[in-house]
């Protein structure tokens, strides 16, 4: 089974979401209807504690957003995927990156070229 498609019944923001600096932005999206589970489509991977995490030493992870598939390009209605590289947060948090805005509530991934993130996602899955 390839694409499948679900509208989108109810959005459920993180209750500490911040939209000023963007803090625990992640939401759960309530589906209209559950999806298929194959080689394409699984339940995310829940990590008990932040040992666990160390042990399977994470080099990059999946991203997915509704941003465009082109540089300033319009937005899409279909969720799209990539996978990008996980950026300690020291790196992300120099001068001439972030400047100290990157905290506890985040995580920083991507290319340091660019390119690719939740607003630009260039590779659809």
Request: proline letters at 1%; hydrophobic letters at 35%; charged letters at 20%.
């Amino acid at each position: 089974m390839g694409v499948q498609y679900r509208s989108v019944q109810q959005v459920i923001l993180h209750e500490k979401f911040n939209r000023s600096y963007f803090e625990n932005d992640v939401a759960l999206l309530r589906l209209h209807r559950s999806l298929f589970f194959t080689n394409h489509v699984q339940p995310l991977c829940m990590i008990e504690n932040e040992m666990d995490e160390k042990q399977l030493s994470f080099g990059s992870c999946y991203i997915t957003g509704w941003g465009s598939s082109a540089l300033q390009g319009m937005l899409v209605d279909t969720l799209q995927e990539a996978e990008v590289e996980l950026i300690d947060t020291g790196i992300c948090n120099q001068r001439s990156w972030y400047n100290g805005h990157v905290n506890d509530n985040m995580i920083c991934a991507g290319f340091d070229k660019g390119g690719v993130d939740t607003c630009q996602v260039m590779s659809s899955h």
